[in-house]
């Protein structure tokens, strides 16, 4: 339905997997309060979609429900407790977004290529993130890190605008190409309980000056500082 521009739904229980997906003119929806479910993919490819809001009843949202809404300004989501996979994947106009604060696990991909995203806080409520969160989120410069174990791989991968991080001492594993193309990165400090350090993790991180490995790092990846 490449010309469908607006709907408005009955009350429905739920909005299916792939329910609008390639609507590329698809500007505005009003999702019922009736629904209690959003199937994945259900906007993926609306591209013209600016703003969603989407209503406190609704309890399961899948995975890459906004994938490829490029136009995305603005959404609010429920109090969910998962964010899953590609859920913001190619949202390039997307430049800001409020986590809920009940929310426990970010899924792979979240904010990929998210180009506009600027500033985002995590809320202390998250404890476990997916690979690839904030790849590609090219204007990136300030972002906040739970207390997870493990940063897993491409978590910032060409954040190329991000200068400063700050590890949390919960950290034990630094997956590879975490921090890959992050041109302007200056300052980071690896935390102790660091053991291994994957792949091509600082490669092409033009800007750092000065990084202190910690002692009890074991294992190194191939080509760390490419």
Known sequence: CSVLESVALPDIKSIGESFF????????????????????????????????????????????????????????????????????????????????????ALGNAVFKNCKSLQLIEI????????????????????????????????FFEGCKSLQEIVIP???????ESVFAGCYSLENIQIPEKVTEIGNYVFRDCRSIQNLMIPENVNSFGKDVFS
């Open 21 to 104: 997906e390639g609507c590329e003119s698809l500007q505005e929806i009003i999702i019922p309060k009736s629904v209690k479910t959003l199937g994945s993919s259900a906007f993926k490819g609306c591209s013209s979609l600016q703003r969603v809001e989407i209503p406190d009843n609704v309890e399961e949202i899948g995975d890459s429900i906004f994938c490829g809404c490029s136009s995305l300004q603005a959404v609010v989501i429920p109090r969910i407790n998962h964010i899953g996979d590609s859920f913001f994947e190619n949202c390039e106009a997307l430049d800001e977004f409020s986590i809920p604060d009940c929310v426990t």
């Open 123 to 154: 809320p202390a409520s998250v404890t476990e993130m997916g690979d690839s969160v904030f790849c590609g989120c090219s204007t990136l410069q300030k972002v906040n890190i739970p207390d997870v174990g493990y940063l897993r791989d491409s």
């Open 169 to 175: 001492d919960s950290i034990c594993k630094l997956g």
